[in-house]
């Protein structure tokens, strides 16, 4: 399992380096450098659109330095995390695929259909309740351990955490 060590947001403009203010609009930007996913944060006045190279990308506002309640999960962005990884062979990235399949199930945003074995894996079909369409994942077999584990990660890397 690959740990991504993807910091929480920085609070901090990547362009300018300048501190984000509480409530103030930021976006946040995830980059494959080949090893591991970095985050960048950007102020919404230096935004010109995702630069190159950028694996995922989302909106948010700063919370307060107390604010102590965990933020709403956005399940857009969550779906959207899931369908990038989408076809990736890397193990670390199939398990992170998979747990976040599971809090899309359990958000009731992926719907279970059915599983079937392949080259000796389980493979889950599950289906987008809003689209309809059709999604396929590869079942790692992770213990329980291992799925907090990658959740933790997951609601981290996402900054949610």
Not at 50 to 65: I, L, Q
Not at 71 to 80: A, G, K, N, S, T
Not at 124 to 140: D, F, K, T
Request: charged share 35%; aromatic share 10%; with cysteine.
């Amino acid at each position: 399992m690959i740990d991504y060590q993807i910091e929480p947001n920085t609070r901090r403009c990547f362009e300018t380096g300048r501190e984000l203010k509480p409530d103030e609009k930021f976006y946040s930007v995830l980059l494959d450098d080949g090893r591991q996913l970095v985050r960048q944060d950007y102020s919404a006045e230096t935004w010109h659109g995702p630069p190159e190279g950028a694996f995922s990308f989302w909106t948010g506002k700063v919370p307060p330095p107390d604010q102590t309640k965990r933020p709403r999960i956005d399940d857009d962005m969550l779906f959207e995390c899931f369908t990038r990884l989408e076809g990736h062979d890397d193990p670390g990235r199939i398990n992170f695929r998979y747990v976040v399949a599971l809090l899309l199930m359990r958000r009731k945003r992926l719907k279970y259909e059915a599983s079937r074995t392949d080259d000796g894996g389980e493979v889950l079909r599950l289906r987008n309740a809003r689209s309809g369409a059709e999604h396929q994942i590869v079942n790692p077999g992770l213990t329980e351990d291992e799925i907090a584990s990658v959740q933790e990660e997951v609601l981290r890397v996402l900054g949610w955490e």
